[in-house]
């Protein structure tokens, strides 16, 4: 898949399994972004006694929305880059990887709050919970958080593959003799 990759070479059944399950990380992210997004971004009920809720009512669930929205981009063009491989870009997926789990980590759980409360409300701070009038809503977004922590999973392994990919060209540091000495005692 990509030209001067760190996994075993191309022969290998090793390498091939890597670049294989690379791809399929990749490419199953793009469905799971892109339905998350879609069902979070169609995602408003009315209710008669308190109006109207969508998402982009809430900032929490615009930001989940808005990152599926970049890592579905960056999925595709990841894919894009890989066969391409006009350069290599172990070090770019290296680092882009890792901020996209963030990005994922952090979306969610701004979500996955934001739908606790939805469910739970707050007592403290005088919240009645509101999926009891907004059912079709919560229902709706918790699909959503599903899919997006599926696809935030599949980042988390493309990060581990990544890292795994860059830092298996470089050679272990060689030990010192104090080094020895002092790891035997």
């Given amino acids: 898949m990509r030209r001067g990759a760190g996994f075993a070479p191309a022969s290998s059944s090793q390498g091939r399994t890597f670049r294989s399950l690379d791809l399929f990380l990749r490419l199953t992210v793009i469905p799971l972004s892109a339905a998350s997004l879609w069902v979070m971004a169609t995602n408003k009920q009315a209710n008669d006694a308190y109006g109207k809720v969508e998402f982009s009512n809430i900032t929490g669930l615009k930001y989940l929305v808005c990152t599926n929205a970049i890592s579905l981009g960056y999925a595709a063009a990841s894919i894009l880059l890989s066969f391409l491989g006009c350069f290599d870009s172990d070090w770019l997926?290296?680092?882009?990887?890792?901020?996209?789990?963030?990005?994922?980590?952090?979306?969610?759980?701004?979500?996955?709050?934001?739908?606790?409360?939805?469910?739970?409300?707050?007592?403290?701070?005088?919240?009645?919970?509101?999926?009891?009038?907004?059912?079709?809503?919560?229902?709706?977004?918790?699909?959503?958080?599903?899919?997006?922590?599926?696809?935030?999973?599949?980042f988390v392994v493309l990060s581990l593959l990544s890292a795994y990919e860059v830092f298996s060209k470089y050679e272990a540091p060689p030990l010192s003799s104090k080094d020895v000495g002092d790891q035997a005692g």
């Fill in 93 to 154: 997926f290296f680092i882009l990887d890792q901020v996209f789990a963030y990005l994922m980590v952090t979306s969610g759980s701004a979500a996955t709050e934001v739908m606790y409360l939805a469910y739970q409300g707050d007592t403290e701070a005088s919240w009645s919970e509101g999926c009891s009038y907004y059912g079709k809503f919560c229902s709706k977004g918790k699909a959503s958080l599903f899919l997006h922590f599926a696809a935030f999973v599949c």
